[in-house]
């Protein structure tokens, strides 16, 4: 009787071990949110995004019950730079068993983050940084590309914008990898559109405070469009002094290669007002954007930016990932990864492209309201073109990747 | 390029060269006469572009009052360094100060962006023009921005009457005497530490008021100072450690530089003024307008 007992016991839980067979290294899935939380990009990126994974998590524990107590998040200080952000990569992986290093804003930082985590065959999910180069011809097997790209930008805003009447160009980007090569690629879309330039694109020093010299060059030139491909606090100048020097009225128009949401609300919508941009998602995209941004607020007592919700959808997808492949193990959670079609609040018609391990999604290219057609506080965007994933992001054919 | 931007880019290179010009002249004053290298001086004219927006967020002052009061609260602040800290130092190896001021830049920039995250929830902060100033006035050539006219002017008459004070009038003569030979003048009645204060205050207060100036034209940044201080340490070095005359002079004409270079030729602009520091340096190490150290 004792025995049959036994038997049955041992039958019955090796039984559940299977159905919830899980081969997780050290039994626990770190996920290690690598971000800026001092820097420019804190308010965009930053505590937010450690927060948005933590939400991700609890949300995977709670709807797949053999996770519980599982998933771990870490939030990492990379200061936009290249060496920390390497360091730091392999201290997590080494140290702290990280199993997937997500957010990287800063294409310089998330560059060299990515090339530690494919030595060290950990995945790694870039959400913030812009870069082609990532999914292009720095792709690797183990990096994978979320949210946004320069390819993304370039083709909704310079398209939209060209289409619309907008066929002169003049455009100014920041001296370094990010604004090269967003300039290459906004200066091709326009082409393509139909555009021209109504002068070659000017570098500008980076970071830079004053841009009068090339505001008073497009005032002289007098092109429909000044382009700016500046970032972050640089934009928010550039915005400034464009409303000093009365462009606007002046009959230019202001093209944005990349708009975060903290950007306007650190000016005021009204001197963005009538501005194109491409984001990947806002929050009162919809009711179930509006669903989840009010959760996030109310948790972390701000709205949240797209690369915030960049981050949830991310570190969701990828824990999906995990179980589907029932391992943290890279290699597996890669296979797992790779053809996946899924849509949640964030990214719709999402499909992991295999060959260059770019996410493709719907992205939105949209117009800046002003304040006086804004409905409530926050409300930012009105949409203008809905681009569907299959054209948003480069096409295969001109991709450069050769996958490993 | 054609004539007429050369002459759209000298105007808008004045634009700069005033702020240069402020800050390199606090800088001067306060290096000339106390031998304080302040490396603090960016952070406090961020400060006093804070101190304007806040100003104006707690008690809904405009750009005027703060044009006033942001100075005046910021010098207190320089008063109180000069009294609590920097004081302690004198006579002491001068890295010492240098490492004081720079601890207290990066002490005062972390304590305003956490003030600004906390409490406005943005990283950079909006600051309008006045209300008097918006639009453009034609010069005949160009329309400019009115405020940026206002800036121009306005820098110059504060130069002006700093280097008045300081070279032509009776107050600037007891300072001078103060600095020059604190012992004599002790005998003489005057109490020289208290001058000193005055000096370092007046100092703070000129970099504050160039921040109130640029609010309304850059936005207010925790870190708006530390790109600029450093452009105003060649500035400095360039016109002569030490000179009045020398700060204001190559302040205006370093602004005139970078713009002229950054219509011709961009990527350079930012590089011209150190290539400049490092011409005058070799051919007039003491600067254009510096005498040699009397020994």
């Known amino acids: ?49 450690v927060k948005a994974a933590q939400m991700a998590a609890d949300d995977f524990m709670r709807a797949n019950r053999s996770y519980a107590g599982k998933v771990q998040v870490i939030g990492v200080d990379h200061q936009n730079k290249a060496d920390v952000a390497s360091n730091k990569t392999a201290e997590m992986i080494d140290r702290q068993n990280v199993d997937v290093i997500m957010d990287l804003p800063t294409s310089s930082a998330a560059l060299a983050s990515v090339e530690v985590a494919r030595q060290k065959k950990v995945v790694a999910m870039v959400v913030t940084g812009g870069t082609t180069a990532l999914t292009n011809q720095s792709c690797n097997r183990y990096t994978f590309h979320y949210a946004y790209d320069n390819y993304m930008l370039a083709n909704g805003t ?39 330039l109504a002068a070659p694109s000017d570098a500008t020093p980076f970071p830079n405070t004053d841009f009068s010299t090339y505001l008073l060059k497009a005032q002289s030139l007098k092109p429909k469009v000044f382009g700016t491909m500046q970032a972050g606090a640089d934009l928010v100048n550039v915005v400034k002094q464009y409303n000093e020097f009365g462009l606007r009225q002046q009959g230019i128009g202001l093209g944005i290669g990349l708009l975060f949401e903290t950007d306007v609300a650190a000016l005021g919508q009204n001197a963005f007002a009538g501005a194109l941009a491409t984001v990947p998602w806002f929050w009162n995209l919809d009711d179930r954007s509006r669903t989840w941004a009010a959760k996030f607020e109310k948790t972390f007592g701000k709205k949240p930016t797209w690369a915030q919700a960049g981050v949830y959808s991310a570190t969701y997808q990828y824990l999906s990932a995990v179980a589907r492949a029932k391992t943290d193990n890279s290699d597996a959670v890669v296979k797992a990864l790779e053809n996946y079609r899924f849509s949640d609040f964030f990214a719709r018609s999402a499909y992991v492209r295999p060959q260059d391990h770019r996410v493709i999604l719907d992205v939105y290219t949209v117009q800046v309201k002003s304040s006086a057609e804004s409905k409530e506080p926050g409300d930012l965007f009105k949409i203008v073109a809905r681009i569907p994933a299959s054209r948003a992001f480069l096409p295969l054919s001109e991709s450069k990747c050769e996958m490993k | 390029m054609n004539t007429q931007l050369m002459f759209i880019q000298v105007f808008n290179g004045l634009v700069n060269g005033a702020f240069f010009a402020l800050l390199s002249l606090g800088l001067a004053v306060i290096f000339g ?99 008097e100033l918006v639009g453009a006035t034609n010069l005949g050539f160009v ?18 009457a700093t280097w008045f004070v300081i070279e032509r009038t009776r107050v600037g003569a007891v300072i001078r005497a103060a600095t020059e030979n604190p012992t004599v003048t002790q005998a003489f009645g005057i109490d020289v530490s208290r001058w000193v204060t005055i000096v370092f205050g007046l100092g703070v207060a000129l970099a504050a008021l160039a921040g109130v100036l640029a609010a309304p034209i850059y936005s207010v940044e925790p870190y708006m100072g530390s790109e600029l201080i450093i452009v105003t340490f060649a500035v400095v070095v360039i016109g002569g450690m030490g000179s009045i005359l020398g700060s204001v002079v190559t302040g205006f004409a370093v602004g005139v530089l970078v713009a002229l270079g950054s219509a011709l030729y961009p990527p350079i602009a930012n590089t011209l003024v150190f290539v400049l520091m490092a011409l005058v340096l070799l051919l007039r190490p003491n600067g254009l307008f510096g005498l040699p150290e009397a020994k």
Request: hydrophobic share 50%; charged share 10%.
């Open chain 2, 143 to 160: 329309f400019f921005p009115t405020y940026r006219l206002f800036v121009i002017v306005f820098a110059l008459v504060v130069c002006l």
């Open chain 2, 33 to 131: 006469l106390l031998r304080i290298v302040n490396f603090a001086h960016g952070a406090l004219y961020m400060l006093g572009a804070f101190v304007a927006f806040a100003l104006g967020q707690a008690l809904g002052l405009g750009f005027w009052p703060a044009l006033i009061l942001a100075p005046l609260l910021v010098g207190a602040l320089g008063v109180a360094l000069e009294r609590g800290l920097l004081r302690r130092l004198y006579g002491l190896d001068p890295s010492y100060n240098l490492l004081l001021t720079f601890g207290l830049t990066l002490l005062v920039q972390d304590v305003i962006k956490q003030v600004m995250l906390s409490r406005y929830a943005v990283s950079s902060a909006p600051y309008t023009i006045p209300q």
């Open chain 1, 1 to 49: 009787m004792k025995n049959k007992v036994l038997i049955l016991t041992a039958i019955l839980s090796s039984v559940a071990s299977v159905a919830g067979a899980q081969k997780l290294s050290d039994n626990v899935i770190r996920v290690g949110v690598l971000t800026d939380l001092s820097g420019v990009y804190s308010e965009l990126a930053g505590q937010g995004s």
């Open chain 1, 158 to 196: 310079g398209t939209a914008v060209t289409k619309r009447g907008g066929n002169s160009w003049y455009i100014i980007y920041p001296n370094y990898a990010f604004g090269q090569d967003l300039n290459r690629q906004m200066t091709a879309a326009v082409q393509e559109a139909g555009g021209k």
